[in-house]
């Protein structure tokens, strides 16, 4: 769990991760071409992201595809947000995106 | 559309095996909906959600290499959005780690863009499989109780 939030605490890292929710399933070079980051940067970048699970990768030929790996998100998730928190977390979340929509 | 969902659970290939395909025990952490088959090449296979009685998936085991894969045909029926998906294709891969299992759930051909509904359950459905395999207990968030009949309670 450590490696999961020491993964997320950088924000091109994220911006990784936004990528390829964006897309799942993206070879090195889409993701270089894609981010204003060098290409040493993004396999830096992933090789921490696949430490923390959060990246996993087939190989498809000749090809490496990088895929968000949501789970273990959903394992910090279920650990800290109960049975009985998750209705409120839900809905004050909503209405955070709403009003922050609508600006 | 491919999406691909990842694992570590403490636990032996075969008892994994089983919690994937015993129809009781994927009823405890799947929605509480089971999945029934004979689990022979070829077979077909169905999940029905036991207290409303409606069917929630079906499709074909493509591949049965018990305990290490297991490739099955899927449509989900559980609405007329996801009907109209099709057909797509999940695989379980079941891989021993040290004293742990590494499990990999495929679920492509899936249509550029699918309704996320198709594979959206899968990081609750394996978190839920990991508490059971793990302590024996049931995961109890609203998340993976909301299709159970056991949340009334927290809706």
């Known amino acids: 769990m450590d490696e999961v939030f020491k993964a997320l605490a950088d924000p091109s890292r994220r911006t990784l991760l936004d990528a390829l929710f964006t897309e799942d399933g993206q070879t090195l070079s889409a993701l270089e071409a894609r981010l204003p980051m060098t290409r040493f940067g993004v396999m830096k970048h992933l090789k921490v992201l696949e430490e923390a699970r959060l990246v996993t990768s087939k190989r498809r030929g000749r090809e490496k595809l990088h895929f968000l790996n949501p789970v273990p998100i959903r394992l910090i998730h279920d650990r800290w947000v109960s049975k009985y928190a998750e209705p409120w977390a839900a809905g004050l979340s909503e209405l955070k995106k709403d009003i922050e929509t609508k600006e | ?155």
Not at chain 2, 40 to 60: D, F, K, L, M, N
Request: net charge negative; hydrophobic share 30%.
């Open chain 2, 1 to 155: 559309m491919e999406k691909v969902f990842e694992i570590y659970i403490k636990t032996t290939p075969e008892r994994l095996w089983e919690a994937i395909t015993d129809e009781e025990t994927r009823q405890k952490y799947n929605f509480g909906v089971g999945v029934s088959s004979d689990w022979t090449p070829g077979s077909r296979y169905e999940s029905v959600h036991p207290q409303a009685g409606i069917a929630i998936a079906e499709g074909e085991n493509l591949e049965v290499e018990p305990p290490r894969r297991l490739v099955q045909s899927f449509t989900a029926l559980w609405s007329d959005q996801v009907k109209d998906e099709g057909v797509s294709r999940v695989t379980w891969e079941i891989e021993p780690v040290g004293s742990s299992c590494r499990l990999t759930v495929t679920h492509d051909q899936l249509r550029e863009g699918a309704n996320d509904e198709l594979y959206g359950g899968w990081p609750m459905i394996l978190s839920g499989l990991k508490t059971l395999l793990e302590s024996g207990e049931l995961l109890d968030t609203p998340g993976s109780l909301r299709y159970s009949g056991a949340s009334a309670d927290t809706e």
